[in-house]
Nanobody, 120 residues
Framework: QVQLVESGGGLVQAGGSLRLSCAAS????????MGWYRQAPGKQRESVAA???????NYADSVKGRFTISRDNAKNTVYLQMNSLKPEDTAVYYC??????????????WGQGTQVTVSS
């Protein structure tokens, strides 16, 4: 079983910063791609940023230049540094990871979500 545990959400004023973390634990061979998604009330879940095991990244247009995704493979942890936050960034943020359970089995896993609220 694989668990993803997020931390770092909270309430911040517009223009402020937050750093989210997501640590993977359990029984697995390696963590493959990792990413962050978010879901605002009444909206569909959307991809925010993603990072491969080798460090290649991509971002949603709405967060480019403001958010930075990074990872520490030794700690099986992915981070999302969020700067210049806007009220429209308010959402529940979810961590996602592709996991190689064994050499013959892979799976995708989600964290429980962490609330980010940006006040104007």
């Amino acid at each position: 079983q694989v668990q993803l545990v997020e931390s770092g959400g909270g309430l911040v004023q517009a223009g402020g910063s937050l750093r989210l973390s997501c640590a993977a634990s359990g029984s697995f061979a390696s963590i493959l791609n990792m990413g962050w998604y978010r879901q605002a009330p009444g909206k569909q879940r959307e991809s925010v940023a993603a990072i491969t095991r080798g460090g290649s990244t991509n971002y949603a247009d709405s967060v480019k230049g403001r958010f930075t995704i990074s990872r520490d493979n030794a700690k099986n942890t992915v981070y999302l540094q969020m700067n210049s936050l806007k009220p429209e960034d308010t959402a529940v943020y979810y961590c996602n990871a592709g996991v190689s359970i064994t050499t013959m089995k892979e799976g995708a896993y989600w964290g429980q979500g962490t609330q980010v609220t940006v006040s104007s």
